[in-house]
């Protein structure tokens, strides 16, 4: 039943302004850390109130990201700030581009190679530094897994790095912090929160317990996403928590070709990479039907709609368009064989060949998301 290994977060707080006890919680692994935010962090004033509830002992430095998906170049960057500051401990306050951006950087903060040459298949060595995560959307579950994904621009390069030490010691889950993310925000982060648990949910690799947490995620997703995207800040918990609880089952049984596909798409156009999998799941979701009827008629009881017409009236709710429509496919060779080596196209619930990935990448760039499927 259970996934060997179960890795889980070390604790996790969930409550308002629990972001506010962490100088207090961070104390424990050492008095003097850094802390990697976004923008939105200082603008909402809840940086500064942070770092005013520390305890007096503790020293925070700051770091703020630059906005956009973390490349390989900021994270080298980062680490060099911190081996720079002499700090016992990393936090990430901020969306799936920070904590994926401060857990590399933590991560890698003591190996000896660049981090391209991780990023390319050297084996990383166990992290040596505490790294700590609040997020700041409802989307990645990066707080939950061991994986950091960067983009190497110079080629470019959308790849994750991974290692048991990576996972995070500390989980704050504060819905205050969703109350400075725009509608835009809420809606793609939370679309790919709800892909991320269905995949998990189909993918080969599931158990009876990474379902469990999927089947979970899907129903407070879905109860939630909506409603937030909306202004119902009560429900924020929901969406928040229903994300993390994704993160827990994808980061044990993996996900499948949409993610697949999302990854070299995504850093190619240069989209938000929860807008890249909503894009992109309409097309994998028709093509895996065959595979997953048992699945998808479950998650419609449980869910009260079919998955494609769900996706797509919240497609429309929410006013997000693919940007892939018809753009111009120039490197379609790479990208297919991207595709086929991501180990998400791997969790997929249908094998997929190379023709599969060409047939998926004309519906998705010559058509447009398509329309629901009514039954």
């Not at 936090?91 to 981090?115: E, F, N, Q, R, Y």
């Not at 070709?257 to 909503?278: D, I």
């Not at 368009?321 to 998400?344: C, K, N, Y």
Request: glycine content about 8%.
């Amino acid at each position: 039943m259970l996934p060997s290994p179960l890795l889980l977060p070390g604790r996790t707080l969930a409550a308002e302004h629990a972001i506010r006890t962490l100088g207090r919680e961070a104390r424990l692994f050492g008095t003097r850390g850094l802390l990697v935010h976004g923008r939105s962090l200082a603008v909402s004033g809840e940086l500064a109130a942070i770092l005013a509830a520390a305890p007096a002992d503790v020293t925070i430095d700051c770091w703020e990201h630059r906005g956009g998906e973390p490349t390989t170049a900021d994270v080298e960057q980062l680490r060099a700030a911190i081996r720079a500051a002499h700090v016992a401990w990393v936090a990430a306050i901020g969306g799936g581009s920070v904590m994926d951006l401060a857990k590399a950087a933590a991560g890698l903060c003591d190996a000896p190679a660049t981090v391209a040459a991780y990023q390319a298949g050297l084996p990383i060595p166990p992290a040596t530094l505490p790294f700590l995560a609040a997020p700041t959307t409802a989307g990645t579950g990066s707080e939950t897994t061991i994986v950091a994904v960067l983009t190497d621009a110079a080629r470019p390069w959308k790849q994750s790095i991974r290692h048991p030490s990576f996972l995070p010691r500390l989980v704050i889950l504060d819905p205050v912090l969703l109350r400075a993310c725009p509608p835009a925000t809420i809606a793609a982060a939370g679309m790919d929160a709800f892909i991320q648990a269905f995949e998990s949910f189909t993918s080969r690799y599931a158990t009876a317990f990474t379902r469990a947490l999927s089947e979970l995620a899907l129903q407070r997703i879905t109860r939630a996403l909506p409603a937030v995207y909306a202004g119902d800040w009560s429900l924020a918990p929901d969406l928040l928590q229903g994300s993390y609880v994704a993160g827990l089952a994808l980061s044990h049984a993996r996900l499948g070709v949409v993610h697949g596909l999302a990854h070299p798409l995504g850093a190619r156009w240069h989209v938000a990479h929860g807008l890249a999998c909503a894009a992109c799941f309409p097309a994998a979701l028709r093509w895996n039907r065959p595979a997953i009827a048992n699945d998808l008629a479950h998650l419609r009881t449980i869910l009260g709609h079919d998955v494609e017409d769900l996706m797509a009236d919240w497609m429309t709710q929410m006013q997000l368009a693919s940007p892939f429509t018809g753009a111009t496919l120039t490197d379609r060779e790479t990208i297919v064989q991207e595709v086929l080596a991501s180990g998400s196209t791997t969790a997929n619930p249908r094998p997929v060949a190379a023709a599969d990935v060409h047939s998926l990448l004309d519906e998705i760039f010559g058509s447009t998301l398509g329309q629901p499927h009514r039954s």
